[in-house]
């Protein structure tokens, strides 16, 4: 049995690893994300992207991903880099008549976001959870295909029974396996692609079917102790992500409801990243709900929680929520030092213990979450440096937070008295109002306009309430 588990292993990608060099995994997809950007494609590469191909589960890009490393390493070939022949890994024949392939030996085409290939079924439905799938399989992974539009699409009720076994009544579910946790995985990490690209508005409707078919899985039970934890922990981490897009589109409750979810999850799995997941939103939600003191308890439970788990940005993040609810408590010193502490963190560095959804943490959210703290402590001239350099050092590949900082910028700058760069501020974030649904930047721009309302002669500033007021009304 050692020897067929081990056969069965993958390999690690030691040319990709030379590769990266000295950079950190975050550091290299970033580089990655930049390379896609110059030659057109759009990837959402991570740090956890990076650890997978290195550590051999991913051992052939999909094509945007493969487009993307010839760019970055020109006159290379994928062998050169460390990756199987593409018809070695995608060829069912490859893995045997009949049997379910590995996850390790899946080019993950759906879990990123890539414009489908010419040699993938099309499959869309017209939602955008719905990504196309290789269908050319064998009858006996009819069942995985139905699991993972599941999860891919927010499909009806029959669906989640379908993927737990059969119709009500016909038979008890069968226990769940690697294909099932898979499944929810990639759900998660869908979620967060669309809701970096486009905010939660649209979102949390089409999310909330997949998070009760997760939790379904977990119900179903499984033999496996690896299999059970990789369940708890993404059923979690999309209750988490489910609570967001309730959370940005302005449904507290329902935020505050997916959150606790979250934290009962990690606390029956004894999932200590989980639990500081679970409690460093909730107190971004308590924040913003006007509930200062319950977002300083939050994040302090959300580093009690962090420190077990050896990753600096964590703390620095972490640590961040804490100096908002101490801004909202309006005790200034305790904010300055939270501000100081979460800053000394950041400064040593990305590390390969920080959590998967951490890739939004950058420089970028570091400034925009002070400038949100001096905001609401009054001081509007350090609020605007900060929230000018969010906006100059956000990745473009995060159109919402974008947005949210500009918005943020332009609310600064009119409580500053700078009405015409207020004004200018606000217009590019409508422009960004196209591709970004997001209820919670609407209202900060909705608040920027009642401050510009007196100044309303400008011909600047007039262009800005008169457009805005349209998309109000939109």
């Not at 489908?116 to 006996?140: E, H, K, T």
């Not at 609810?325 to 560095?349: I, N």
């Amino acid at each position: 049995m050692a020897s067929s588990h081990a056969s069965s292993s993958p390999r690690p990608n030691t040319a990709f690893r030379q590769l990266r060099g000295h950079r950190s995994p975050g550091e290299f997809a970033a580089a990655v994300r930049r390379a896609a950007r110059e030659i057109g494609e759009q990837v959402s590469c991570d740090a956890r992207y990076i650890g997978r191909v290195e550590s051999g589960e991913i051992r052939c890009p999909n094509y945007a991903y493969e487009r993307v490393f010839r760019h970055m390493f020109p006159g290379r070939e994928p062998a050169d880099m460390g990756f199987a022949p593409r018809d070695a890994v995608r060829g069912w024949g490859a893995r045997g008549v009949g049997r379910t392939p590995s996850p390790q030996s899946e080019i993950p085409e759906a879990t990123h976001d890539s414009a489908p290939s010419g040699d993938l079924a099309d499959g869309a439905s017209g939602n955008p959870f719905d990504r196309p799938f290789d269908l050319q399989r064998s009858d006996s992974t009819k069942e995985s295909d139905v699991l993972r539009r599941a999860f891919m699409t927010s499909g009806t009720a029959a669906m989640a029974t379908a993927s737990l076994g059969g119709a009500p009544g016909a038979r008890p579910p069968r226990r769940v396996g690697e294909a099932e946790a898979s499944a929810v995985e990639r759900a998660v990490r869908r979620i967060r692609v669309l809701d970096d690209r486009h905010g939660g508005d649209g979102l949390y409707r089409r999310a909330a079917q997949p998070l009760r078919v997760a939790y379904e899985l977990l119900d179903a039970g499984t033999r496996r102790q690896s299999v059970a934890d990789r369940l708890h922990a993404s059923a979690g981490e999309l209750a988490i992500s489910v609570g967001w897009l309730a959370h940005d589109s302005g449904r507290f409750a329902d935020a505050r409801s997916h959150y606790a979810e979250a934290l009962a999850t990690a606390r029956v799995a004894g999932d200590a990243a989980l639990e500081a997941h679970a409690f460093c939103n909730t107190a971004f939600l308590a924040r913003d709900a006007d509930r200062p003191r319950e977002a300083v308890r939050a994040a302090q439970a959300a580093q009690r929680a962090g420190r077990k788990l050896s990753s600096t940005r964590l703390m620095s993040l972490l640590t961040l929520r804490e100096a908002g609810g101490w801004a909202g408590l309006g005790d200034r010193a305790a904010c300055e030092a939270a501000l100081l502490r979460a800053r000394t963190l950041f400064g040593r560095g990305a590390g390969a213990t920080d959590p998967e959804w951490m890739t939004f943490f950058g420089e970028a959210e570091l400034e925009g979450l002070e400038a949100q703290c001096w905001s609401v402590l009054g001081d509007w001239p350090r609020a605007v440096e900060h929230a000018r350099q969010a906006v100059f050092l956000q990745d473009s590949h995060f159109a919402r937070n974008t947005a949210l900082f500009t918005a943020q910028l332009a609310g600064d700058l009119a409580r500053a008295g700078r009405p015409d760069e207020a004004a200018a501020a606000g217009e590019r974030v409508l422009d960004l109002l196209d591709q970004v649904r997001s209820s919670r930047i609407r209202t900060m721009l909705a608040s920027t306009a009642r401050l510009l309302r007196p100044h309303e002669r400008d011909p600047v500033v007039a262009s800005f309430l008169s457009r805005q007021s349209a998309a109000r009304l939109a």
